[in-house]
């Protein structure tokens, strides 16, 4: 009695850490199977058997909880218990309550919003009863593994979360292995072992050499750092040229992006004509903008001219980008530095300049913005004439439209969100309507009135959809669910709908429209659409990827000028295509090799030239774009292997032979024209361009061309072969 009596009382019992599990080495489906796996990407299982091969990632979060006994195991919900497509870590995380975090309140939410939206759709309850091996075969690629995460960070950019095309590995497995060889790496394929094969490979990585020295010559005299001195390369060229120039602009790329005032920007154009040698750095950085947006649609008579106006307006660009870059003072924080900025990037995007770091310069832009205060609609801030408030709404937003259209081509998250700003919508009024900064009401026209605003607000109506795609694309924590894909398709696909105003737009104009609301709808669907070759239910998923890629390459209304835009512009008027071409390219690859093993590949033949054909065009498209100055061939030569894979299933030739010679011709009719845009022997010499020396093998001939190494063995996704850079 006496020693129960010493005892001291019973506390709350210790909470036990439990230990860390051991991370599964074996792939989903061995997992599965519980059998033996020899833990390759693919595994020789998956390979065998035709299924794509998963690793899920270890996360040392979900293998660590604290136990706490006597705690009653509370059932969920359906909604609960149910998986996105690809998502099984709900599976494995401790089934210990924990209070619910603010991601966990958010996911709740959504899901009750899912489960209570009327069904437009008899398929969903069918959709909702996916298997895991469904669910399993739509996941996105998991996260990098730490060799290819070094790769990653071992390039002067992170590539984002660009990983949606790595499911595609077994439809390129033939064009990887050739690609591999070409740059010094075994593939380890018999089929590129003959000595016949080996041949060709070796001139088509000789010739891929050639390329790269000859691109590097023609881009090192580019002006990539520091400004040139006072006064060069800042002119702008004769007046009626200029006044040619400036008038194109306002008639093409200001529809979409308001960023000036028309008549505001013509007093200041003709203010900067009086005296060009006098005028401020902002107006005349401006009005040399404008000209070299211009420029990009103007016919400048040869192809001489026109590499000699690229050179120009490059310096104009590096310029701008320089004085944006100085100390913010108050020429820099004000309307006219926004102006100047969007005008930047836009001009960036267009001439290729620093295409891939758009989405960090956005965001300094946003950040301007804010810091402005155009975040805030103007009826919330001290008053300000009607001209001024308009003016705040058009600018932010065209900052909107450059901040989702820079994240898609990024793969990274949106620095701003629907919550974060309340700015209205700009009136549909024409630029001529808000001359008066003492007018203090304004009635707009109606919606189905087309003004010079009808664009803008088009783009904008569909604004907040596309910044939910982006965001859903780019969560960390959860794949998206297919029933959430079909709600934003519906909401994008409606916006698309022709409308009344939209008829009285010019054929570029709506080309440009649908061009930047179309192409978020590749990206959307490449998951579901890959997997619809295993799982019918997702056709709808491959019809609407492939009509998007489709329309891309082949607007509905052909426009000389749009056209023009396809064929030299950068950023994201160089991203679209090479979606459409992504998907175009794997739906062929995957149809000629479901035709070969039905035996119905001299029956059925329509479908397979409609791809054929697009294929085809896009490589016409980029052998226009070398013509025009760029120096990546890596466009042509891939679609030009994947026609070469095509042709050799038909006649049942050897394909390891059929894409390597078609990789050596594309590449020395590369090389040719590459030498018409700089000849032999002229300008600065490889040495000079500091490519030197890059003969070499293995990674370390890979790292000193710039190529991408990222899973070269087994998982060389189809979105490094089209890198941003230019090369």
């Given amino acids: 009695m006496e020693r129960q009596a010493q005892q001291p009382a019973a506390g709350p019992p210790t909470p036990k850490l439990r230990r860390r599990r051991r991370p599964a080495l074996s792939c989903r489906e061995c997992r599965r199977r519980k059998i033996k796996c020899d833990h390759n990407n693919p595994c020789g299982h998956c390979q065998h058997h035709k299924t794509q091969c998963i690793y899920r990632p270890y996360s040392y979060e979900e293998n660590i909880s604290i136990s706490r006994p006597g705690a009653g195991a509370q059932s969920q919900s359906p909604a609960e218990n149910q998986q996105s497509f690809g998502d099984d870590a709900a599976s494995s995380r401790a089934t210990t309550q924990s209070p619910p975090s603010l991601r966990d309140l958010l996911q ?46 071992n390039k002067p950019r992170d590539w984002g979360r660009s990983r949606w095309m790595g499911a595609a590995a077994d439809e390129y497995a033939a064009i990887i292995a050739c690609y591999s060889e070409m740059i010094g790496r075994d593939s380890k394929e018999p089929a590129f072992q003959t ?28 002006p990539t750092r520091g400004l040139p001195p006072p006064g060069y390369g800042l002119n702008p060229p004769s007046r009626d040229v200029a006044d040619a120039i400036a008038n194109l602009y306002f008639a093409s790329f200001e529809s979409t992006h308001r960023i000036l005032h028309a008549p505001t920007f013509w007093a ?38 026109t590499h000699r106006n690229i050179e120009t307006v490059h310096q104009w660009i590096y310029a701008a980008q320089m004085w944006l870059s100085g100390p913010l003072e108050k020429d820099r924080l004000n309307m006219t530095g926004l102006q100047i900025y969007c005008l930047t990037l836009l001009a960036r995007q267009i001439f290729s300049i620093g295409g891939d770091t758009v989405w960090l310069s956005v965001g300094s832009l946003v950040h301007r913005a804010m810091q ?39 793969w990274m998250p949106p620095r701003i969100s629907l919550d974060e700003f309340d700015t209205l919508p700009p009136a549909n009024v024409n630029d001529d309507e808000l001359l008066s900064d003492s007018a203090t009401s304004l009635t707009p026209h109606p919606p189905t009135t087309f003004t010079s605003t009808s664009i803008q607000l088009a783009l904008l109506s569909s604004l907040p959809t596309r910044l939910r795609i982006v965001h859903l694309l780019n969560n960390l924590h959860a794949s998206p669910s297919y029933p959430s894909i079909l709600s934003l398709t519906s909401q994008l696909t409606s916006a698309l709908a022709p409308s009344q105003a939209l008829k009285s737009a010019t054929p570029f104009h709506r080309n ?35 009509d998007a890629a489709l329309a891309l390459i082949s607007p509905e209304q052909p426009d000389p000028l749009f056209a023009q835009l396809m064929a030299t512009g950068g950023g994201l008027f160089r991203e679209g295509i090479r979606h459409a071409a992504s998907a175009v390219g794997l739906e062929l690859l995957s149809h000629v090799e479901s035709q070969r093993r039905s035996g119905t590949l001299g029956r059925v033949t329509h479908y397979r030239e409609v791809l054929k054909g697009a294929v085809g065009e896009l490589m016409r498209l980029a052998e226009e774009r070398v013509r025009r100055g760029e120096t990546n061939v ?75 190494g990222i899973g070269m063995g087994g998982e060389l996704y189809w979105e490094s072969f089209f890198p941003d850079g230019g090369f």
């Fill in 268 to 305: 200041e154009y003709q203010k900067f004509w009086e005296q060009p040698d006098a005028a401020a750095p902002d107006l005349r950085l401006k009005v040399l903008l404008v000209i070299g947006i211009g420029s990009s649609l103007y016919d400048h008579g040869d192809a001489a001219a």
């Fill in 372 to 410: 402005m205060g155009l975040h805030r609609d103007p009826k919330h801030l001290p008053a300000m004439p009607l001209l001024q408030a308009e003016l705040r709404r058009r600018l932010w937003a065209t900052i909107l439209e450059l901040v989702v259209q820079a994240s898609l081509d990024a």
């Fill in 108 to 153: 709740r939410v959504q899901k009750l919003e899912e489960s209570s939206a009327p069904r437009t759709d008899d398929n969903l309850t069918t959709l909702h009863a996916l298997s895991e091996a469904d669910r399993n075969s739509l996941a996105h690629p998991s996260p990098a593994t730490q060799q290819e995460w070094q790769a990653v960070l």
């Fill in 195 to 222: 000595p016949e094969v080996a041949a060709l490979i070796t001139e088509a990585g000789e010739y891929l050499r050639k390329c790269k020295v000859r691109a590097k010559s023609i881009k090192v005299g580019r």
């Fill in 634 to 708: 890596k466009s042509h030569m891939f679609l030009g292997m994947i026609l070469g894979q095509v042709a050799a299933v038909e006649e049942g030739r050897d394909v390891g032979m059929a894409v390597a010679k078609a990789a050596r011709d594309s590449l020395e009719f590369c090389y040719g024209l590459l030498l018409r845009l700089r000849p032999e022997g002229s300008g600065l010499t490889p040495e000079d361009a500091g490519v030197d020396g890059m003969i070499g093998s293995g990674m370390d001939a890979v790292e000193g061309m710039g190529f991408d």
């Fill in 512 to 546: 440009l429209l649908d061009y930047l609301t179309r192409r978020f709808l590749i990206p959307l669907h490449y998951a579901p659409a890959h997997a619809a070759h295993a799982n019918p239910l997702f056709h709808y998923s491959l019809k609407l990827s492939l």
